[in-house]
Protein backbone atom coordinates (compact mmCIF):
# COMPACT_ATOMS: atom_id res chain seq x y z
CA UNK A 1 0.00 0.00 0.00
CA UNK A 2 1.59 3.70 -1.15
CA UNK A 3 2.31 5.58 1.63
CA UNK A 4 0.17 8.66 1.84
CA UNK A 5 1.87 12.32 1.17
CA UNK A 6 1.74 14.57 4.27
CA UNK A 7 0.01 17.57 3.08
CA UNK A 8 2.20 20.87 3.17
CA UNK A 9 1.27 24.22 4.94
CA UNK A 10 1.85 27.29 2.53
CA UNK A 11 4.01 29.65 4.61
CA UNK A 12 4.38 31.69 1.75
CA UNK A 13 2.54 34.29 2.94
CA UNK A 14 3.75 34.21 6.88
CA UNK A 15 6.67 36.85 6.46
CA UNK A 16 4.20 39.40 4.47
CA UNK A 17 1.53 38.74 7.49
CA UNK A 18 4.73 39.58 10.45
CA UNK A 19 5.23 42.60 8.48
CA UNK A 20 1.82 43.84 8.43
CA UNK A 21 1.51 43.07 11.91
CA UNK A 22 5.21 44.91 12.81
CA UNK A 23 3.75 48.32 10.84
CA UNK A 24 0.51 47.95 12.90
CA UNK A 25 1.99 48.18 15.77
CA UNK A 26 4.69 50.43 15.44
CA UNK A 27 1.80 52.81 14.19
CA UNK A 28 -1.10 52.44 16.99
CA UNK A 29 1.56 52.00 20.04
CA UNK A 30 1.85 55.13 22.25
CA UNK A 31 5.56 55.60 23.66
CA UNK A 32 5.43 57.38 26.62
CA UNK A 33 8.12 60.53 27.02
CA UNK A 34 10.84 60.68 29.28
CA UNK A 35 9.68 63.45 31.96
CA UNK A 36 12.64 65.85 33.60
CA UNK A 37 12.19 69.09 35.87
CA UNK A 38 12.87 71.96 34.05
CA UNK A 39 15.29 73.78 35.03
CA UNK A 40 16.86 76.74 33.36
CA UNK A 41 21.08 76.35 34.11
CA UNK A 42 23.02 79.96 35.15
CA UNK A 43 25.16 80.98 32.59
CA UNK A 44 28.84 80.14 33.16
CA UNK A 45 30.04 83.42 33.77
CA UNK A 46 32.15 84.20 36.45
CA UNK A 47 30.22 86.60 39.03
CA UNK A 48 32.76 88.94 40.76
CA UNK A 49 29.78 90.86 42.91
CA UNK A 50 27.25 88.17 43.84
CA UNK A 51 23.89 90.12 44.31
CA UNK A 52 23.04 90.14 48.14
CA UNK A 53 19.99 88.85 49.15
CA UNK A 54 18.28 90.40 51.94
CA UNK A 55 17.17 87.34 54.49
CA UNK A 56 13.42 88.47 54.45
CA UNK A 57 13.38 87.66 50.83
CA UNK A 58 14.58 84.34 51.22
CA UNK A 59 12.58 81.29 51.95
CA UNK A 60 15.07 78.27 52.85
CA UNK A 61 13.62 74.82 52.43
CA UNK A 62 15.71 71.94 54.17
CA UNK A 63 15.30 68.13 53.57
CA UNK A 64 17.30 65.86 56.24
CA UNK A 65 18.54 62.15 55.34
CA UNK A 66 15.30 60.98 56.96
CA UNK A 67 13.03 62.69 54.41
CA UNK A 68 12.15 65.41 56.93
CA UNK A 69 11.55 69.23 56.24
CA UNK A 70 12.38 71.93 58.03
CA UNK A 71 11.20 75.13 56.60
CA UNK A 72 12.51 78.35 58.20
CA UNK A 73 13.92 76.54 60.49
CA UNK A 74 10.12 74.56 61.52
CA UNK A 75 9.79 71.46 60.67
CA UNK A 76 6.79 70.88 58.43
CA UNK A 77 4.31 68.71 56.84
CA UNK A 78 5.03 67.93 53.33
CA UNK A 79 1.54 68.75 52.48
CA UNK A 80 1.76 72.08 54.27
CA UNK A 81 4.83 72.96 52.19
CA UNK A 82 2.71 74.48 49.27
CA UNK A 83 0.50 76.96 51.20
CA UNK A 84 3.59 78.18 53.36
CA UNK A 85 5.54 79.59 49.90
CA UNK A 86 2.62 80.51 48.38
CA UNK A 87 2.10 82.81 51.36
CA UNK A 88 5.96 83.69 51.15
CA UNK A 89 5.68 85.04 47.06
CA UNK A 90 2.60 86.44 47.89
CA UNK A 91 3.11 88.69 50.87
CA UNK A 92 4.21 92.11 48.99
CA UNK A 93 5.83 93.07 52.40
CA UNK A 94 7.78 96.03 50.65
CA UNK A 95 6.04 99.83 51.88
CA UNK A 96 3.31 101.06 50.76
CA UNK A 97 4.95 104.31 47.98
CA UNK A 98 7.87 101.86 47.79
CA UNK A 99 9.21 101.35 44.34
CA UNK A 100 9.09 97.49 45.35
CA UNK A 101 5.66 97.87 46.07
CA UNK A 102 3.76 94.79 45.09
CA UNK A 103 0.39 95.86 43.49
CA UNK A 104 -1.20 92.47 42.11
CA UNK A 105 0.46 90.94 46.00
CA UNK A 106 -2.96 89.39 48.26
CA UNK A 107 -0.67 88.53 50.74
CA UNK A 108 -0.46 89.62 54.46
CA UNK A 109 2.09 92.32 53.69
CA UNK A 110 4.60 90.92 56.73
CA UNK A 111 7.28 93.37 56.73
CA UNK A 112 9.39 90.39 57.83
CA UNK A 113 8.27 88.34 54.89
CA UNK A 114 9.43 88.93 50.92
CA UNK A 115 8.97 92.20 49.72
CA UNK A 116 7.66 91.50 46.17
CA UNK A 117 7.75 88.23 43.86
CA UNK A 118 10.80 89.57 42.37
CA UNK A 119 12.78 89.71 45.14
CA UNK A 120 11.49 86.40 46.39
CA UNK A 121 14.15 83.41 46.29
CA UNK A 122 13.10 79.91 47.36
CA UNK A 123 16.34 78.44 48.35
CA UNK A 124 16.35 74.32 48.43
CA UNK A 125 18.92 71.88 50.42
CA UNK A 126 18.70 68.22 50.18
CA UNK A 127 20.91 65.73 52.38
CA UNK A 128 22.90 63.14 50.05
CA UNK A 129 20.76 60.14 51.37
CA UNK A 130 17.39 62.48 51.01
CA UNK A 131 15.29 60.06 48.59
CA UNK A 132 14.49 60.23 45.20
CA UNK A 133 10.71 60.43 45.78
CA UNK A 134 11.08 62.90 48.74
CA UNK A 135 13.37 65.15 46.09
CA UNK A 136 10.53 65.04 43.58
CA UNK A 137 7.97 65.38 45.73
CA UNK A 138 9.33 68.84 47.14
CA UNK A 139 9.69 70.08 43.92
CA UNK A 140 6.30 69.57 42.80
CA UNK A 141 4.95 71.46 45.99
CA UNK A 142 7.42 74.61 45.20
CA UNK A 143 5.96 74.32 41.45
CA UNK A 144 2.77 74.34 41.83
CA UNK A 145 2.81 77.10 44.43
CA UNK A 146 4.13 79.29 41.82
CA UNK A 147 1.84 77.75 39.37
CA UNK A 148 -1.45 78.70 41.62
CA UNK A 149 -0.32 82.34 41.88
CA UNK A 150 0.42 82.64 37.99
CA UNK A 151 -3.16 81.02 37.56
CA UNK A 152 -4.65 83.47 39.55
CA UNK A 153 -3.15 86.26 38.38
CA UNK A 154 -3.55 84.59 34.54
CA UNK A 155 -7.52 84.37 35.24
CA UNK A 156 -7.55 87.84 36.30
CA UNK A 157 -5.86 89.51 33.46
CA UNK A 158 -6.69 87.12 30.83
CA UNK A 159 -9.61 85.01 32.02
CA UNK A 160 -7.28 81.48 31.07
CA UNK A 161 -5.35 80.18 33.09
CA UNK A 162 -1.36 80.06 32.79
CA UNK A 163 -1.11 76.47 32.90
CA UNK A 164 -4.02 75.75 30.37
CA UNK A 165 -2.63 78.50 28.46
CA UNK A 166 1.07 76.89 28.43
CA UNK A 167 -0.29 73.23 27.79
CA UNK A 168 -2.22 74.25 24.63
CA UNK A 169 0.96 76.47 23.81
CA UNK A 170 3.22 73.28 23.87
CA UNK A 171 0.72 70.66 22.56
CA UNK A 172 -0.39 72.83 19.70
CA UNK A 173 -4.51 73.15 20.15
CA UNK A 174 -3.81 77.23 20.01
CA UNK A 175 -4.83 78.09 16.91
CA UNK A 176 -4.79 81.83 17.43
CA UNK A 177 -1.76 83.83 17.50
CA UNK A 178 0.98 82.84 18.99
CA UNK A 179 3.35 85.76 19.55
CA UNK A 180 0.70 87.00 21.91
CA UNK A 181 -0.13 84.12 23.72
CA UNK A 182 3.47 83.95 24.38
CA UNK A 183 3.30 87.24 25.19
CA UNK A 184 0.43 86.96 27.73
CA UNK A 185 2.47 83.68 29.16
CA UNK A 186 5.71 86.23 29.45
CA UNK A 187 3.83 88.92 31.21
CA UNK A 188 2.03 86.37 34.06
CA UNK A 189 6.19 84.75 33.93
CA UNK A 190 6.90 88.25 35.04
CA UNK A 191 4.58 88.61 37.61
CA UNK A 192 5.99 85.47 39.52
CA UNK A 193 8.87 84.60 38.27
CA UNK A 194 10.19 81.21 39.32
CA UNK A 195 13.01 81.73 41.52
CA UNK A 196 14.21 78.01 42.57
CA UNK A 197 17.95 77.66 43.86
CA UNK A 198 19.41 74.47 44.95
CA UNK A 199 22.38 74.76 47.20
CA UNK A 200 24.74 71.99 47.07
CA UNK A 201 23.70 68.51 48.99
CA UNK A 202 25.29 67.84 52.19
CA UNK A 203 27.12 65.15 52.07
CA UNK A 204 26.36 61.92 54.30
CA UNK A 205 26.51 62.77 58.22
CA UNK A 206 25.98 66.28 57.99
Known sequence: MARRATP???AGSMADIAFLLLIFFLVTTTIEKDKGIARQLPPNDEVTDPPIIKQKNLFVVNVNKNDQLLVEEKLMELKDLRQAAIEFLDNGGAPAGSPERCNH???KRLPESSDN???AVISVQNHRLTS???YISVQNELV???NFLRNRESQRLYGWEFTAMKKDLGEG???GNIEALET???NIQGLFPLKLSEAEPKKSGQ
Do not use: F, I, R, S
Open 8 to 10: EVN
Open 105 to 107: CKG
Open 117 to 119: PDK
Open 132 to 134: YKM
Open 144 to 146: AAY
Open 173 to 175: NYH
Open 184 to 186: KLQ
